[in-house]
């Protein structure tokens, strides 16, 4: 040691600056390179809101096996249904900032669920560390045949001249096609009493048998039924025109301009997580999120798969909250 102190030394200060700022970089431990390195040493477990067979199970059961093979380590969906996203947003908002425990999500129900419910145990701005978007889709709405309407503006104008006759149902209150539907009729004009079922299988079945005359349903849940005339597609609630079903227009394009309601689909972290293993995340996920197979079997869904910083999804999360506070308020939707 005393003969690389006189050499330093010998240098001179110059050498003497160089020699110690290289140093300690090469010997400190541990390193964030170090530490993303090593990281995950354990299985990863992601939390997802709803029971399986929806889209976000389908969209985990996707990402978590090659999440896996890029890590070297298991990737377990832990499906955590209850309170309309809530238990499992909780859940992971309590986690160990780690790395280790992802949330999957709707950045729009999320924000609903701020507003319907503003004494949550966590606050989506500071409890929660973004990493990436998912995936995006839309809504069909959809109706019963009997109803005497094949676009929006026949729709509009048959639901003027016969209020409150013509029931829309949803998937349950302050689910994302009821506030879908919410906003179409305040853009609209149109009063049709809200019907909500316990989820998206009742509602197409009461869809259906004309039990009520109007729906959002997903891509996957109207494609069969549209093209057996069981049900009328009128036009999806997304800004553009859904790859899967080019020939339908969008709300907007019928009359309604900026009308919007793309369900997008995030993952989420604990406050707390290493901004190393964010990025980690982010950088895996869209890799694989860029594969052809992963794509197409997204599409399969009515579902494209959508990249994003986590700078961006957090800025989407702040328009939602902005947009969903707008409509719940001059709606009256309450929880009950």
């Known amino acids: 040691m005393e003969q690389f102190v006189s050499r330093c030394a010998a240098l001179g200060a110059l050498g003497v600056a160089l020699l110690c700022s290289v140093l300690p970089a090469k010997t400190m431990i541990p390193s964030a390179v170090a530490a993303e390195a090593r990281y995950p040493t354990k299985p990863i477990r992601i939390i997802d809101p709803f029971p399986p067979g929806g889209a976000t199970d389908y969209l985990d059961r996707i990402i978590a096996p090659r999440l896996s093979e890029r890590f070297g380590q298991p990737v377990i969906v832990d499906n955590r249904p209850g309170a309309g996203g809530n238990l499992s947003a909780e859940i992971a908002a309590r986690a160990t900032p780690d790395g280790y425990t992802l949330l999957m999500n709707l950045p729009g129900g999320m924000a609903a669920g701020r507003v319907l419910f503003p004494r949550l145990a966590y606050d989506i701005k500071k409890d929660f560390a973004y990493v990436t978007l998912v995936a995006a889709g839309t809504y069909v709405l959809v109706a019963h045949p009997a109803v005497p309407a094949k676009s929006v503006s026949e729709l509009v104008t048959f639901a003027r001249s016969k209020p409150e006759q013509l029931h829309f149902g949803s998937a349950g209150v302050a689910s994302p096609p009821h506030l879908a539907l919410e906003l179409f009729k305040l853009r609209t004009g149109t009063k049709t009493p809200h019907v909500p079922y316990k989820g998206a299988g009742p509602l197409v ?73 964010v990025r980690l995340l982010n950088a895996e996920i869209g890799k694989i999120l860029d594969m052809p197979d992963v794509r197409v079997a997204f599409l399969a869904q009515g579902l494209e798969a959508t990249r994003s910083t986590p700078e961006r999804l957090r800025q989407i999360m702040e328009e939602e909250l902005v947009r969903w506070t707008k409509v719940i308020t001059e709606a009256n939707i309450t929880a009950e």
């Open 205 to 277: 079945v009461a869809l259906t048998g004309g039990e009520v005359q109007l729906g959002f349903v997903s891509v996957a849940g109207a494609s069969a039924l549209v093209k057996a005339g069981r049900l009328n597609a009128l036009a999806v609630s997304s800004g553009k025109r859904a790859k899967s079903l080019p020939t339908l227009p969008t709300i907007a394009e019928s009359g309604y301009p900026n009308f919007d309601v793309t369900p997008r689909y995030a993952y989420m972290v604990p406050a707390a997580t290493p901004k190393h293993i």
